[in-house]
């Protein structure tokens, strides 16, 4: 065959690869915990959801202190686990495309008990933020992935 | 004519209808005579008695009264309120999605983002060009949130659109 012909094939091949062979996410999560006191208070690591935090229903509380931060690479249809103050959370990667992620999130509370069994398809970098009331203070994960 | 109802004769005389009809029956204007003379002494009454307040005790009066109507919604607006108040308002018609307890994951939620996003490119000087860009929001395919009910919802705001899902627990609504 000639050269022409084997260059045309790279070229097709090349194209047809996929943009993120490697089948990974990243992620990075914030474990907050919400509470009204005399002074309003917010720690520097939320900064990133500040805006979020001031607005309803998260403006009924005035402090927000992060309880747990982390970052974690998901594979592929491979759970992990976060490390959270408060309860466990497991996350799975389904499926992913360029700007496109296929996500599980699983939540538990301090008892062990399930809160959240949630799939959704988001767009790589917004933030999803998941919350319960505990008594009156609220206890929230936020995460975005990549 | 059909005797007049007393109801009727105090309205009259109180100013709310006009039954002047009914005041051919002599007893029917004695009463209403009745019922003036009446309200005449019990206003003169209050008027005297007003008149022996001495104004300072008013403002104490005025005062307290301006307190407690100041206190009474921050006393019973609890964050609970506060909260399920903003999702009550909101359940109707922001992005939400109402998932009862133990629901089975059948939700395909497509939650509302901005249809379109925006990006701004600027050379500089003059006015920026806005080119829209192609936006998908999230989709809910499943949400289970058992013994508790969620609302999902959207944020939007500067630093990119956010979902937010809440879970209530379903013993704690009732309470609030």
Known sequence: ?146 | MAKPHDIDLMEHADGERDHADRLRDPAAREKVEAIGELSELVRGHLELSADAVPPARFEQIWDAIDKSIASTPAKSAGVWSRIAGWFERHRGHVITGVVSAGAVAALALVLRGPSSETTTTSSGHGSPTVLPVAYRPTEIESLETPGADSTVFNLQDEDGPATVIWVTPEDTVEGI
């Open chain 1, 1 to 146: 065959m000639s050269g022409r012909f084997w260059l045309a094939l790279a070229v097709v091949l090349a194209s047809a690869a996929p943009a993120f062979a490697d089948d990974k996410a990243d992620c990075d999560y914030l474990e907050i915990s919400a509470s009204t006191g005399k002074d309003p208070a917010m720690d520097s690591e939320l900064k990133p959801l500040e805006k979020k935090l001031k607005k309803p229903p998260f403006s009924s509380w005035n402090v927000f202190h992060t309880l747990a931060s982390g970052h974690v690479t998901l594979q592929k249809l491979k759970s992990d686990a976060l490390k959270l103050k408060s309860g466990q959370a497991a996350l799975l990667l389904r499926e992913r495309a360029e700007k496109r992620l296929e996500l599980t999130i699983q939540i538990d509370n301090a008892d062990g008990k399930r809160v959240i069994d949630n799939k959704q398809s988001v767009n790589t970098g917004e933030w999803l933020v998941f919350g319960q009331n505990v008594g009156d203070n609220g206890h929230i994960l936020a995460l975005t992935c990549r």
